[in-house]
């Protein structure tokens, strides 16, 4: 287990006073996690000795920058492991690895009539590309309920899942309940009815170990801006011989074998699909992250934030008027997410922001989640390999302060 003082001290951004006096407690993590040195450094290192474009020249730097970007492929592949590194490609964001898919493989394999499965609980990156999708080609979405406790009705999956349901695609944790679903059983149940499975692990590869061979996913999509790397880029994991057969998503540079006037061959996996100039900088930014997580040990991390996050629900629990989302215990990933009494949580965070503590509002991009949960948003605070029970102790107290100030009984 990693000591937290010696973590904290990784993270330059923690030392810095939000207001003239008032120290950053950073609870918002599952939107954008900060960076340790280790990740600002190799992107520095990157800019300041090798910067050249990659793929193309014969030069010295070009050389050191390709083998870098491709280095940084790798740490990524053994990561999640994946069987090769053909089947890491590297997008913008999770959201771009959702496109990518829902064009990509959606516009050759999905027709009239086809079904594509979600769940009731899933992030816009994991429902607009589908709509999209659907409404171009007369598919229909269905989505898996959850319970009043935030989990997945997976009992009712037979209902949902049929022979002409093409993908199921769900999230690992929900970024606004928390919940840590059964991704081995939900790809298994897509499996038996003839569909293909995606996993959203936006949530999920910041927080714990993924295996996508023990999974068996077909596809598996997340960003690096919330595991400690850069923004700018993210990761889509891709069966090969489904990667082999889809279309290209984006044309251009460096995705091509050979282009004539007449058109054009792709390039292998992965490049057939990071067409242009790719992320150079932020591939070494992410190799760097995964770097730090392994060094930290992903196991040892999701032990500290389940330590936290079970605190953070017992002491969260005990302020009046708070209705805590989601399920209990070792359920529930690192965050918590709440309302309290009749306060916009814009409110909420308002009056936390002048205690310098950062909590997210609003609906998470989950609104149709928030629809069903009857409520126009929450509040969300989230946790990482940094939190200290402190800070939650602050997060508490700051909530209690802000039941004074609404005038709350
Ligand atoms: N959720 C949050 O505050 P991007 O924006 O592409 O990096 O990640 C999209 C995404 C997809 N799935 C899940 C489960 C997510 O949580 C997110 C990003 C952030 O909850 C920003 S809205």
Same mark, same amino acid.
């Given at each position: 287990?990693?000591?937290?003082?010696?973590? #904290?001290?990784?993270?330059?951004?923690?030392?810095?006073?939000?207001?003239?006096?008032?120290?950053?407690?950073?609870?918002?993590?599952?939107?954008?996690?900060?960076?340790?040195?280790?990740?600002?450094?190799?992107?520095? +290192?990157?800019?300041?000795?090798?910067?050249?474009?990659?793929?193309?020249?014969?030069? #010295?730097?070009?050389?050191?920058?390709?083998?870098?970007?491709?280095?940084?492929?790798?740490?990524?592949?053994?990561?999640?492991?994946?069987?090769?590194?053909?089947?890491?490609?590297?997008?913008?964001?999770?959201?771009?690895?959702?496109?990518?898919?829902?064009? =990509?493989?959606?516009?050759?394999?999905?027709?009239?009539? +086809?079904?594509?499965?979600?769940?009731?609980?899933?992030?816009?990156?994991?429902?607009?590309?589908?709509?999209?999708?659907? #409404?171009?080609?007369?598919?229909?979405?269905?989505?898996?309920?959850?319970?009043?406790?935030?989990?997945?009705?997976?009992?009712?999956?037979?209902?949902?899942?049929?022979?002409?349901?093409?993908?199921?695609?769900?999230?690992?944790?929900?970024?606004?309940?928390?919940?840590?679903?059964?991704?081995?059983?939900?790809?298994?149940?897509?499996?038996?009815?003839?569909?293909? $499975?995606?996993?959203?692990?936006?949530?999920?590869?910041?927080?714990?170990?993924?295996?996508?061979?023990?999974?068996?996913?077909?596809? !598996?999509?997340?960003?690096?801006?919330?595991?400690?790397?850069?923004?700018?880029?993210?990761?889509?994991?891709?069966?090969?011989?489904?990667?082999?057969?889809?279309?290209?998503?984006?044309?251009?540079?460096?995705?091509?074998?050979?282009?004539?006037?007449?058109?054009?061959?792709?390039? +292998?996996?992965?490049?057939?699909?990071?067409?242009?100039?790719?992320?150079?900088?932020?591939?070494?930014?992410?190799?760097?992250?995964?770097?730090?997580?392994?060094?930290?040990?992903? +196991?040892?991390?999701?032990?500290?934030?389940?330590?936290?996050?079970?605190?953070?629900?017992?002491?969260?629990?005990?302020?009046?008027?708070?209705?805590?989302?989601?399920?209990?215990?070792?359920?529930?990933?690192?965050? $918590?997410?709440?309302?309290?009494?009749?306060?916009?949580?814009?409110?909420?965070?308002?009056?936390?922001?002048?205690?310098?503590?950062?909590?997210?509002?609003?609906?998470?991009?989950?609104?149709? !989640?928030?629809?069903?949960?009857?409520?126009?948003? =929450?509040?969300?605070?989230?946790?990482?390999?940094?939190?200290?029970?402190?800070?939650?102790?602050?997060?508490?107290?700051?909530?209690?302060?802000?039941?004074?100030?609404?005038?709350?009984?």
């Amino acid at each position: 287990m990693f000591n937290v003082e010696d973590v #904290r001290r990784d993270f330059p951004i923690l030392d810095t006073e939000v207001y003239p006096g008032v120290p950053l407690v950073y609870l918002d993590s599952a939107a954008s996690s900060q960076k340790p040195t280790s990740v600002i450094a190799a992107m520095d +290192d990157y800019y300041i000795h090798y910067h050249a474009n990659i793929h193309r020249g014969v030069h #010295r730097l070009s050389e050191l920058a390709t083998s870098a970007y491709e280095l940084a492929r790798q740490k990524v592949a053994r990561f999640i492991n994946a069987p090769t590194t053909e089947e890491v490609v590297f997008v913008g964001n999770a959201t771009e690895a959702f496109n990518l898919v829902a064009y =990509s493989w959606g516009r050759t394999n999905i027709g009239p009539g +086809d079904e594509i499965l979600l769940t009731e609980m899933e992030h816009h990156a994991n429902i607009v590309p589908w709509q999209i999708l659907a #409404r171009e080609k007369g598919a229909t979405i269905r989505y898996l309920p959850i319970r009043d406790d935030g989990t997945l009705l997976v009992e009712r999956l037979d209902e949902f899942l049929n022979k002409r349901t093409r993908l199921f695609s769900f999230t690992g944790v929900s970024n606004v309940l928390g919940t840590i679903n059964p991704v081995t059983e939900l790809v298994e149940a897509a499996h038996a009815v003839g569909a293909l $499975a995606m996993v959203d692990a936006a949530q999920t590869a910041p927080h714990m170990s993924i295996d996508v061979q023990a999974l068996n996913c077909d596809f !598996l999509a997340f960003s690096s801006h919330k595991m400690c790397g850069p923004t700018g880029i993210g990761v889509l994991y891709g069966k090969r011989e489904l990667l082999e057969a889809m279309p290209p998503f984006l044309g251009g540079g460096d995705m091509i074998r050979r282009v004539t006037l007449e058109g054009f061959t792709t390039n +292998d996996l992965p490049w057939k699909f990071e067409a242009g100039t790719p992320r150079i900088a932020e591939a070494i930014g992410l190799g760097a992250a995964v770097d730090y997580l392994n060094h930290l040990g992903i +196991d040892a991390v999701h032990a500290h934030e389940q330590t936290i996050t079970q605190y953070a629900l017992e002491s969260l629990s005990e302020v009046p008027g708070l209705s805590l989302l989601g399920p209990p215990g070792s359920l529930h990933g690192g965050l $918590a997410s709440f309302t309290l009494g009749g306060v916009h949580p814009h409110d909420i965070a308002e009056v936390l922001d002048k205690k310098g503590i950062a909590i997210r509002a609003g609906h998470h991009c989950a609104m149709p !989640l928030h629809q069903k949960l009857g409520i126009p948003a =929450s509040a969300r605070a989230s946790f990482y390999v940094h939190t200290t029970f402190e800070e939650v102790d602050q997060l508490t107290a700051a909530l209690h302060h802000t039941r004074s100030v609404f005038r709350l009984n």
